[in-house]
T-cell receptor, first 115, second 112 residues
Framework: AQKVTQAQTEISVVEKEDVTLDCVYE???????LFWYKQPPSGELVFLIR??????QNEISGRYSWNFQKSTSSFNFTITASQVVDSAVYFC????????????FGGGTRLMVKP | KAGVTQTPRYLIKTRGQQVTLSCSPI?????VSWYQQTPGQGLQFLFE???????NKGNFPGRFSGRQFSNSRSEMNVSTLELGDSALYLC???????????FGPGTRLTVL
């Protein structure tokens, strides 16, 4: 069965610090998809990135970057030069090819960026 | 393009009652999924509908049901409400399979 683990339940940093959110997953499928979502205090989940299991290339989008390593079953997310607006709960999620759009979420990491 | 909309945004019910939540997906999206979010259990998948057919179901009792209409709008129903059903119910839409899913603002259900 699939599983996603986000070991860091809460992280606190000071503005402009870099921060990495860890995500470890388990799946028996060879084809799967990994996601990151942001949930600000308003409650709506905001899509950040989707990565399929055959694409291990790291990705950078502005201050955000993602490191996907199949060898360690990890899909970590780094925010460079954090800002107060980055404060939110971040979720890593997994979907398997044969499971339609069913997402299995990790427990989430609450990031607090202090000014 | 308008995002995913959910109605109502807030709901208060008492134990034993039933409730219906509604979700309108992004125009053109055929898949609608429902999730329950609680502090204790986190985000859990309820079910997914694709072209009016339930494609997948999570591990929830039969009191939780859903349906999808021909215009892709979806409803979920919870019967015989229990205190533990208090949660944020999130709906997500997607154009197909294994694509990114876009979430609505959620319906916060409180059961007294």
């Amino acid at each position: 069965a699939q599983k996603v683990t986000q070991a860091q339940t809460e992280i606190s940093v000071v503005e402009k610090e870099d921060v990495t959110l860890d995500c470890v997953y388990e799946t028996r499928d060879t084809t799967y998809y990994l996601f990151w979502y942001k949930q600000p205090p308003s409650g709506e989940l905001v899509f950040l990135i989707r990565r399929n299991s055959f694409d291990e290339q790291n990705e950078i989008s502005g201050r955000y970057s993602w490191n996907f390593q199949k060898s360690t079953s990890s899909f970590n997310f780094t925010i460079t030069a954090s800002q107060v607006v980055d404060s939110a709960v971040y979720f890593c999620a997994l979907s398997e090819e044969d499971a339609g759009n069913m997402l299995t979420f990790g427990g989430g990491t609450r990031l607090m960026v202090k000014p | 393009k308008a995002g995913v909309t959910q109605t109502p945004r807030y709901l208060i019910k008492t134990r034993g009652q039933q409730v219906t939540l509604s979700c309108s997906p992004i125009s053109g999206h055929r898949s609608v999924s429902w999730y329950q979010q609680t502090p204790g259990q986190g985000l859990q998948f309820l079910f997914e509908y694709f072209s009016e057919t339930q494609r997948n179901k999570g591990n929830f009792p039969g009191r939780f049901s859903g349906r999808q209409f021909s215009n892709s709008r979806s409803e979920m129903n919870v019967s015989t409400l229990e205190l533990g059903d208090s949660a944020l119910y999130l709906c997500a839409s997607s154009p197909g399979t294994s694509n990114e899913q876009f979430f609505g603002p959620g319906t916060r259900l409180t059961v007294l």
